[in-house]
């Protein structure tokens, strides 16, 4: 049996990678480092450092106590694809995974300034391509679908639903991807850490960079000038020019005391010319500026400092008031959210929820004079409705099971939300924006994961995913729910539209 670490764990410390640390000193027996091979590491990294699954390391693990990683081997996690064990392994077995997942790797995983840069692929100098689309169609009324079945991306034309391009993507895309400001180029993060520039006008990848060896997810300025990356590992944040993908700065993300933390997630919020993340390790939350777009100075002078506001909790999730002046976030173990004044740099309120709510894919509208947000929640099926003057939950609206995604647009009565957890995964509700009622419920593919809606720009159409090897992207009439077509896709997950995303439409994803 290998030597813990969680003592270590609970005393607080943990380990940059770019530290000096001694590796795998400890011994893992033969069978448990089979048992990994077999039954982890498709997901979680040959070499533990993440793939579709996070990466399993103790500098990663330093809010999971081992008796908890024990209990997730044996059930699974909500609201993750990690399954449950409990049938497959014996208790001994699943108790030298988690032991294993504590010990230090034997080559400390290092992904530094240097990794990054030499990572960098450019395959057209930022001009080089015509400024003029290789196809026809309404250039803001464009869709992409991430297929994660077999890691390809699909552009959609948004007013016919014919396909106009399908192109390899990187391995396992996750968070949508973030279009330029123009709409003619998008970038897409997986979860490996690549970064990939994709211009949608000549159908061709101009620029690549590694950013980190486990990301979570990026984020474009409003000025289309830079994009901000989130990672976990290593344990920082890296800011690159937006055109060729040259690295500006890495932030290492730690407190005063030196304790690193992975990154919950970055947006940019466009009314304050910043980019801002959640940490998932430090009770804080980042606002870092937009950096300098004077090429003159070195890359260090352009990037700004960050702004670290204290929070009352972690924050796994979170999104943000349509002002961009209130982030609301919740951790995945507590039993409320808080909403943090980002003008004042402090909480300034709290929200009772229990059910373990999937803020990032809250959405919000108006109802009867005020502003309402609405979010599913991973544990209960339910969706809250929330006022946002007084906090308090006007409406839980009882779904057939836990729900991940959420969408709606300002031309559409309805907003969408997905069953996608358990026995029904297949239903998709359609609820009214002004009677907070249910008024439909759609099982287009029975048996299979319904999930993840996306309207065109003028809210007219919704398409939604059928999550399944022979899955389907289908096309609804937004107004009368009525099914027009089908589109045959490989496991499709989230779909994007142009109009929608650069002009952050209060009913999607920023
Ligand atoms: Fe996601 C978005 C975090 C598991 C599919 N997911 C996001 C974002 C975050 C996040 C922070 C927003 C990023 C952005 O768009 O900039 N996701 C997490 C988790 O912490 C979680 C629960 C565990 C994990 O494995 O990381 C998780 N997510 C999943 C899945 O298992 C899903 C269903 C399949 C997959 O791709 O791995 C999944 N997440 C998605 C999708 C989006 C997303 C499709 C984009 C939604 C959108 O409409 O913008």
Redesign the pocket.
């Known amino acids: 049996m290998s030597k813990p670490l969680f003592s270590i764990l609970l005393c607080g410390l943990s380990f940059a990678l770019t530290a000096n640390a001694v590796a795998g000193t400890e011994v893992v027996s033969k069978q448990t480092k089979d048992l990994y091979k077999e039954h982890c590491s498709s997901c979680h990294g040959a070499e533990r450092l993440g793939g579709?699954?996070?990466a399993l390391l103790p500098e990663n693990l330093s809010r999971l106590r081992k008796y908890k990683a024990i209990t997730v081997i044996e059930n699974g996690r909500a609201?993750?694809?990690m399954p449950a064990f409990k049938t497959v392994l014996s208790k001994d077995q699943r108790t030298a995974l988690a032991e294993f997942i504590y010990t230090k790797p034997d080559a400390i995983p290092r992904w530094e300034k240097s990794d990054i840069l030499a990572s960098q692929i450019i395959n057209h100098q930022p001009g080089s391509l015509p400024a003029k689309p290789k196809f026809e169609a309404d250039l803001m009324n464009l869709f992409l679908v991430v297929e994660?079945g077999d890691h390809h991306v699909t552009l959609l034309n948004g007013d016919t639903f014919e396909p106009i391009h399908r192109f390899k993507s990187r391995f396992a895309l996750?968070?949508?991807p973030k279009y330029s400001p123009d709409g003619r180029f998008v970038y897409f993060a997986s979860r490996d850490g690549w970064i990939t520039k994709y211009d949608i006008y000549n159908l061709e990848v101009v620029a690549e960079v590694r950013a980190g060896i486990n990301t979570?997810?990026l984020a474009v300025s409003s000025d289309g000038k830079s994009v901000m990356v989130a990672n976990y590992l290593p344990n920082n944040l890296v800011l690159f020019d937006a055109e060729s993908l040259d690295l500006l700065k890495v932030y290492p993300v730690k407190n005063s005391e030196g304790k690193t933390s992975r990154v919950?997630?970055v947006y940019n919020a466009p009314p304050r010319n910043t980019f801002i993340a959640a940490l998932k390790d430090l009770k804080e939350v980042w606002e870092i500026p937009y950096p300098s777009t004077d090429k003159n100075q070195s890359a260090t002078e352009r990037a700004p400092k960050v702004r670290p506001i204290v929070v009352n909790d972690y924050l796994d999730d979170f999104f943000f008031d349509p002002d961009y002046k209130l982030l609301i976030g919740a951790s995945r173990d507590a039993a409320g959210g808080q909403v943090v004044d980002l003008d004042l740099g402090k909480v300034t309120s709290s929200i009772p929820l229990p059910g373990m709510p999937h803020l990032?894919s809250g959405i919000t509208w108006d109802y009867q004079g005020k502003q309402v947000l609405a979010t599913p929640n991973l544990k209960e099926g339910k969706v809250s409705v929330i006022d946002m003057s007084t906090w308090e939950v006007i409406k839980d609206i009882k779904t057939e099971g836990p729900g991940?995604?959420m969408r709606s647009h300002e031309q559409s009565p309805y907003a969408w939300v997905d069953v996608f957890f358990g026995p029904n995964k297949e239903a998709v509700h359609v609820i009214d924006k002004k009677t907070l009622e249910i008024v439909k419920t759609l099982r287009p593919a029975p048996g299979k994961t319904a999930a993840?809606v996306e309207f065109t720009k003028d809210g007219s159409k919704v398409l939604l995913s059928i999550w399944d090897m022979d899955g389907e992207v289908i096309v609804y009439d937004a107004n009368t729910l009525e099914e027009e077509k089908r589109l045959p896709m490989v496991k499709p997950?989230?779909k994007y539209n142009v109009w929608n995303k650069t002009q952050y439409e209060r009913g999607t994803?920023h």
């Open positions: 579709m699954g996070p609201a993750t694809q994660l996750h968070g949508g979570r997810n919950s997630a990032g991940f995604f993840h997950s989230g994803s």
